[in-house]
């Protein structure tokens, strides 16, 4: 009986006892996991993730701003005007010393140019003759094409758990952008033409940094004045450049509020195009195509706080769903650089030639 009242008084069985010491024990398990991986981290290229985060996502809202609220519906020319803004920066920027310019093969750079004029016109020719949902829905395309062009063309495959990561991905940016979907002929090929574009550009820009050994804005150096010229005999294409039209850019009134908010969009453009350059040059375009996911659900927020996007439970569930997928890509990528640095740790403890002993040992089972 006494020992039936010491149960009851609250006092632990060995049972419940060992469970509570199991549960202590898979905690600090998942906390030293989180720890190491936080640990392996890269918080250089984390940076520069946050710094194309908060500039991706301020470029489309200021420029979704310019075209609504100012009328300013001059996509190429906006475009131009950006690249020439880079350049510009760029130059500052290295008068002051902050990078050392490099002399770099025409070719192969003016290559990635055209795909990086055709990457932003195209985009920017889609947010402007498409709804937002659709424009949103055809970005998170890219995903999938860049692991079917690197799976086709490079034999880069990628592994089962981070295809499965970009499932919620997809489904959460589909699902929120579907409430917004309105289809038209000329949006969908400008949209279908942007994805192709945009995958090459973001595999071929992470690809000629490493051959090159250029930093990220020795790249660019060359990339926005070659950029600017491909695109400057496409201005009155997509442009209205006719003297006499009141609906042409000529007609258009500048003041110091809408010409201040135009230059502000080129100075953010420098940051999300140099951004860009320094996210894939050290990680690949997979990541920096998820980042720009979890920056497609910010821009759907700012899309209901700012420009009156009702609320609705759709959305909101997609919005979440996205960015589950990308907290847990980025989880995974984490913990294969934990264990590739653990791997390589062990490794580098290992006597000489002991290694090479234990990988033909691995060969040979």
Known sequence: MAAFRKLDDGSASPRSSGFRGDEGSVSKAVLSKVKGNLAAADWKVFSFMMLNF??????????????????????????????????????????F?????????????????????????????????NSIGFYQIMKVMTTPMIVLIEAVLYKKFLERKLRLALVPVCLGVILTASTDFRLNVPGTIFALSSVVVTSFYQIWSGALQKGLDADALQLQTYNAPLSALFIMPLLPVFDNYMVKDPNAIWSYAFNPLNSSLIFLTGFIAFLVNVSIFLVIGKSSALTYNILGHGKTCVIILSDFILFGRPLDVKGISGVLLALGGVFWYTYLKLEKARLEKEAKAEESELPEGLGEVRDGQAGIK
């Open 54 to 95: 908060f500039s991706s996502a301020g470029i489309v809202i200021t420029n979704k701003i310019l075209m609504e609220k100012f009328h300013f519906n001059f996509a190429t020319t906006l475009t131009f005007i950006h690249f020439i803004c880079t350049f510009v920066l760029l130059l500052t920027v290295s008068a």
């Open 97 to 129: 010393g902050l990078y050392q310019m490099k002399e770099l093969p025409l070719g192969p750079t003016s290559k990635l140019a055209a795909t990086s004029m055709g990457f932003v016109l195209l985009t920017n020719l889609s947010l402007q003759h």
